[in-house]
């Protein structure tokens, strides 16, 4: 069984751009968190979707936002890019019912 | 609110001593607990989770972590530390099975070095 599939694994961006990263959860799974990763703040939740629809939301400002597909596939979306939003950004899926969430490899954002 | 204390931002053992990566978590209900492991350039691999089952856990690569509630303590441990298990170590909480509200709430990490 395939794992979490995230795209593209590295990206460069400049400030004030926005961007788009892809996310494919385990197949089965129709829940879809989004996690950021700096080496200040560590692991911070930004948000989870299920059946498309968004259900909890960390502390982050509203440039950050996603989306899921009847798929199960989600995109998250960075606008108005900031230095501060170079991080590893980790996708995660987990069962409808379960308890174990599980991660992609991330991808790297750096904005110059 | 849920929170994860990591003691020690970095631990070093030698190769088949005896690997303990401290984990205090707070929680106002019955927690979920997570230790996850991340090689360079990589993501998260779940090594364990306890779901109050057992209160030893046993996880992947021979780590296995005890729920102490009197301690507030999920503690990782292996008996013999390898080359391979250099890493960042995470620990994890959460109040809801699969994150909740909050999501999964991680600690500042361990990173694990192995000594030869």
């Known amino acids: 069984k395939a794992g979490v599939t995230q795209t593209p694994r590295y990206l460069i961006k400049t400030r004030g751009q926005q961007v788009t990263l892809s996310c494919s959860p385990i197949?089965?799974?129709?829940?879809v968190s989004w996690y950021q990763q700096t080496p200040g703040q560590g692991l911070q939740f930004l948000f989870e979707?299920?059946?498309?629809?968004?259900?909890n939301k960390g502390n982050f400002p509203g440039r950050f936002s996603g989306r899921q597909f009847s798929n199960s596939r989600s995109e998250m979306n960075v606008s108005t890019l900031e230095l501060g939003d170079s991080a590893l950004y980790l996708c995660?899926?987990?069962?409808?019912?379960?308890?174990?969430?599980?991660f992609g490899e991330g991808s790297w954002l750096t904005v110059v | 609110a849920q929170s994860v204390t990591q003691l020690g931002s970095h631990v070093s053992v030698s190769e088949g001593a005896l690997v303990l990566l401290r984990c205090n978590y707070s929680s106002s209900v019955p927690p979920y607990l997570f230790w996850y492991v991340q090689y360079p350039n990589q993501g998260l691999q779940l090594l364990l989770k306890y779901t109050s089952a057992a209160t030893l856990v046993k996880g992947i690569n021979g780590f296995e972590a005890e729920f102490k509630k009197s301690e507030t303590s999920f503690h990782l441990t292996k008996p013999s530390a390898h080359m391979s298990d250099a890493a960042e170590y995470f620990c994890?909480?959460?109040?809801?099975?699969?994150?909740?509200?909050?999501?999964?709430?991680f600690g500042k990490g361990t990173h694990l070095i192995i000594q030869p």
């Open positions: 995660a899926s987990r069962q409808s019912s379960g308890n174990t969430i599980y």
């Open positions: 979707y299920f059946s498309e629809t968004q259900r």
């Open positions: 994890a909480v959460s109040e809801e099975a699969g994150g909740g509200a909050d999501g999964l709430t």
């Open positions: 197949s089965g799974h129709r829940s």
